[in-house]
């Protein structure tokens, strides 16, 4: 089959790879019929994630077809079109067991702090993802959900991550009615988030960005007032100045480890990895928010120390939450939203990328060429 | 106002908002939300029909972080740990824990020594790792790189111009190494030459 591989920071070409086999009676092999690009691949991309191995297929947005299932497999069947969770989970863990989907303890023997994620280097547990024709899906009972008949395959693709990303982090920042919500980051998690936050009743949403075209989509798909940083001397000291002085109820981070609007933290975090992951939006967002406010953060950080503003957090009785999304706890009441048309999540699609072109797809998401917001992947049997 | 007791006004009202904004506050109850409260107990409900899931078969030693009491029943087979930077990884999931910076350190140093390696393996393949293709970077052509960033207000734009000292990095190194090579065996064959030269006069 044909499969993306990585092989090395910035580089990476479409291989022939063998089809995974079935290694668990709960696996299913998924045929892959359409694929994405997370920004979060970024981060894998550009070398920042410990024990990323050449050879690894990323992709962790995939629907598909189920091409095989294993013997203990009572869900699926062969031929089922499934959307796929980004993140692998048994189900039955003291975490799964509490909904906490995202931090399962069964399947990332690597590592402790992190649960099993799709095409995510051995950090996340050493799976191939779904960058590829074909790919091996664990726990086929519990992650993949059959694709209703009403919804898009575009729709789908992005409730595998992007979307519900964006809504856990706006439910992350325990909104009440009539609050003022700041989103750092106008990618698709920041886009979900701010449009999100509607829906929990914010009374105001700021989304903040340095790529124009992006904040364009803020304004038109997530209803957002939306400001340049490049175009502040200082964005903490302007979202103080629109607030009143107060600052923000909540902020969201949606940017991550290679935050820009600092040189230096940018380059030490995102160049020569010598921190997890440069924290300029999350402190920013610490700064900008009132005291006693509450910072969601589900911006990706790696597992190297960063540089974050912990003091200004504790004084200002700041409430920090963040994590990795449960992606499938926020399935069905997303379908609804969904279905309502409250959401549509294919509208920040831009581009369609076959699987051959890959690495071109990679680039022009990576440099935010060509208006690029989301980048699907089609494999050519599709 | 900060300075007082009154929160500051807002521009719109819920109504408005709910006029303007499709789904405004469908989800307007904090404790109404899929993740809320964070931790909610009900282990039937994922689909699981186990306690503990079967054990996946352990076809070479699987690396795994010392925090762990014994190896997940389920994990990823992705690329073996090889080589020098296998080593590496072996030895830094076994001596470091992930609360220590020399786990993710020595990992991120195999990261470099695995790229390195397998670029200079390439060149001796049907398939040597190709700059061009493998960055995308014709998609400067195709996909407007000019424009995309001409006149624009980009943060990242001053950072940018590194992309290629890390990309070109490990071909730079590789060509010196190469050049350094080639001198010897050049050398070599030439002192032997010479003394070859030698053998044949005397
Ligand atoms: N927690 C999760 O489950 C989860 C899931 C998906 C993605 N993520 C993470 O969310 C983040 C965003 O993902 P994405 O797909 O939207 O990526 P993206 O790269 O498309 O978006 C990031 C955006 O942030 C902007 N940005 C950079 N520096 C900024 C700053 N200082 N202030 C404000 N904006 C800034 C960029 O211009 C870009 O538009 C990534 O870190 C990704 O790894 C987390
Ligand atoms: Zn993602
Ligand atoms: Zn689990």
Redesign the pocket.
Known sequence: MQAMVYRGPYKIRVENKDIPPIEHPNDAIVRVTMGAI???D??LYHGMIPDTRVGHTFGHEFIGVVEEVGSSVQNLKRGDRVMVPFNVFCGSCFFCARGLY?NCHNVNPNATAVGGIYGYSHTCGGYDGGQAEFVRVPFADVGPTIIPDWMDDEDAVLLT??CP?GYFGAQLGDIVEGDVVVV???????LFAAKSAWLMGAGRVIV????EY?LEKARTFAHAETYN?TEYDDIVVHMKKITDHLGADVAID????????NFLQHVAGAKFKLQGGSP??LN?AIDSVRKGATVSV???YGPIFSAVKFGDAVNKGLTLRM???PVKRQWPRLFEHVRNGYLKPSDIVTHRIPLEHIAEGYHIFSA?LDGCIKPLIVPNAA | MAYTAEKPALAETSDQLRARIPGWGVDLDPRDRPSVPRERFDPGSSGAHWDFPERQPEKWPRERSNEHKFLTPVFGTSCPPKGVSGAMRKYAYKRFSEARAAHWLILVAADRVDSLGSHFRSFLTLRPDNPITETGIRSELTHHGLASRMGKKR?DLAHQPLDPVIIAGPWVLGGVAAYAGLKRVRKSVGRGAAQSRVTITS
């Open positions: 997370c920004g979060s970024l981060h995202s991550d992007a990303t750092f980051g106008a990618g698709p998690v920041g903040i960005d340095h790529l992006r940083f949606a940017v991550g480890a290679e935050a820009d609007g300029v939006a920013w589900v911006g990706a994590n990795q999304c935010k | 943060a």
